[in-house]
Nanobody, 120 residues
Framework: QVQLVESGGASVEPGGSLRLSCVASGITFSTYDCRWYRQAPGKEPGFELVAEIESGGKTNYADSVRGRFLISRDNAESTVYLQMNNLKSEDTAIYYC????????????WGRGTPVTVSS
């Protein structure tokens, strides 16, 4: 059974930092690409892609977080991280991780999310 478990969400003041973790089980983690998404309260339904790290280590970021967030992975621990620095109120959201493979008929797997609140 595949499971993704996020953690690390909290309430912080603007300018603060958090590190989110997503631990995967039931898959060969190193063969999967990983993404962090977020869903902000009060906004249109849908998920904003925040950051991505491919199985080979290539990363990509949304313009809104580039230079502030850092995605990384530890294949030995089957974990993907999202280091978030200089947090802003607009970063308030539930953050979800997803793992997937860019091959036909491969299933995507999602975690249940971890909430981040940035407020003074």
């Amino acid at each position: 059974q595949v499971q993704l478990v996020e953690s690390g969400g909290a309430s912080v003041e603007p300018g603060g930092s958090l590190r989110l973790s997503c631990v995967a089980s039931g898959i060969t983690f190193s063969t999967y690409d990983c993404r962090w998404y977020r869903q902000a309260p009060g906004k249109e339904p849908g998920f904003e892609l925040v950051a991505e790290i491919e199985s080979g280590g290539k990363t990509n970021y949304a313009d809104s977080v580039r230079g502030r967030f850092l995605i990384s992975r530890d294949n030995a621990e089957s974990t993907v991280y999202l280091q978030m620095n200089n947090l802003k109120s607009e970063d308030t959201a539930i953050y979800y991780c997803k793992v997937f493979r860019r091959v036909a008929f491969s299933k995507d797997y999602w975690g249940r999310g971890t909430p981040v609140t940035v407020s003074s």
